[in-house]
């Protein structure tokens, strides 16, 4: 089970970190993924993390302004994206693709005050 933190709303250029807490599985044995959901738009992957070595991966489009973290003693991932602007309003999904099927998060609703 993957459960994110709540909604959040940010001022434009202001940063934000959303926790992803992960149980019912051993956590370093997936990687998680960041994806995110714009209003009338597509899936958009963001990247993932190893939990067990940090080692990331993050999309193009992010790279620049993305950083994901594990913390092992918590069992918890968190992507934290910074220079937010209004494309940012979106939600924002973890998940972890399994040996058979992929568990995802609840969603945190991430809004960009206009």
């Known amino acids: 089970q993957l459960v994110q933190s709540g909604a959040e709303l940010r001022n434009p250029g202001a940063s934000v970190k959303v926790s992803c807490k992960a149980s019912?599985?051993?956590?370093?044995?997936?990687?998680i993924h960041w994806v995110r959901q714009a209003p009338g738009r597509e899936l958009e992957w963001m990247g993932r993390?190893?939990?067990?070595?940090?080692?990331?991966k993050y999309a193009r489009n992010f790279q620049d302004r993305v950083t994901f973290t594990a913390d092992t003693s918590t069992n918890t991932a968190y992507v934290e994206l910074g220079g937010l602007r209004s494309g940012d309003t979106a939600v924002y999904y973890c998940?972890?693709?399994?040996?058979?099927?992929?568990?995802w998060g609840q969603g945190t609703q991430v809004t960009l005050s206009s």
């Open positions: 993390i190893d939990p067990e070595h940090g080692g990331t």
């Open positions: 019912g599985y051993t956590f370093t044995s997936y990687y």
């Open positions: 998940a972890r693709p399994g040996a058979y099927d992929v568990s």
